[in-house]
T-cell receptor, first 115, second 113 residues
Framework: AQSVTQPDIHITVSEGASLELRCNYSYGATPYLFWYVQSPGQGLQLLLKYFSGDTLVQGIKGFEAEFKRSQSSFNLRKPSVHWSDAAEYFC?????????????FGTGTQLKVEL | KAGVTQTPRYLIKTRGQQVTLSCSPISGHRSVSWYQQTPGQGLQFLFEYFSETQRNKGNFPGRFSGRQFSNSRSEMNVSTLELGDSALYLC????????????FGPGTRLTVL
């Protein structure tokens, strides 16, 4: 069965500092990988996704993620965090091939940004 | 382009009642997925509908059901509500292929008393 682990429940960074959120997955084949962000009272917004090809993926709002097959990881990074980045971040894995849309989410990482 | 809309946004019910939640996808999207979000269990997949057919199903009891109409709008129903059904219910729509971006609605907050 597929699963996603986000080891950090809470992370606090100072505005302007770099950020890395960790994500490890378990999946039988090459997975489709996603990062979503959720602000309070809002739905989820897709930051970026990986299906194949270049293992460094660029997303919206200056985020990027790197797929490392050997480590089963898909960590999210941002070089300089803004106060508006404070939110909850979810890593997710989905079926490759023709499996339809069925995402398995990690438990999320709550990001706090100190001014 | 209008986003995914969910109605109602907030709902309070009592144990034993049933509830129906509605999701209107983005125009042209044929896939609608439903997720339950709780503090204890996180985000869990309920089911996905594509072209009026259930394409995927999560591990929820039969009290949770859904359907999709010809205009791609979807409803989910929970019968015999339990306290543990209190959650944020999110729906997401996409064009249908699993490489397409899923766009999430704001959710329906269900409280069961």
């Amino acid at each position: 069965a597929q699963s996603v682990t986000q080891p950090d429940i809470h992370i606090t960074v100072s505005e302007g500092a770099s950020l890395e959120l960790r994500c490890n997955y378990s999946y039988g084949a090459t997975p489709y990988l996603f990062w979503y962000v959720q602000s309070p009272g809002q739905g989820l917004q897709l930051l970026l996704k990986y299906f194949s090809g270049d293992t460094l993926v660029q997303g919206i709002k200056g985020f990027e993620a790197e797929f490392k097959r050997s480590q089963s990881s898909f960590n999210l990074r941002k070089p300089s965090v803004h106060w508006s980045d404070a939110a909850e971040y979810f890593c997710a894995v989905g079926p490759s091939g023709g499996g339809g849309n069925k995402l398995t989410f990690g438990t999320g990482t709550q990001l706090k940004v100190e001014l | 382009k209008a986003g995914v809309t969910q109605t109602p946004r907030y709902l309070i019910k009592t144990r034993g009642q049933q509830v129906t939640l509605s999701c209107s996808p983005i125009s042209g999207h044929r896939s609608v997925s439903w997720y339950q979000q709780t503090p204890g269990q996180g985000l869990q997949f309920l089911f996905e509908y594509f072209s009026e057919t259930q394409r995927n199903k999560g591990n929820f009891p039969g009290r949770f059901s859904g359907r999709q109409f010809s205009n791609s709008r979807s409803e989910m129903n929970v019968s015999t509500l339990e306290l543990g059904d209190s959650a944020l219910y999110l729906c997401a729509s996409s064009q249908g292929d699993n490489t397409d971006t899923q766009y999430f609605g704001p959710g329906t907050r269900l409280t069961v008393l």
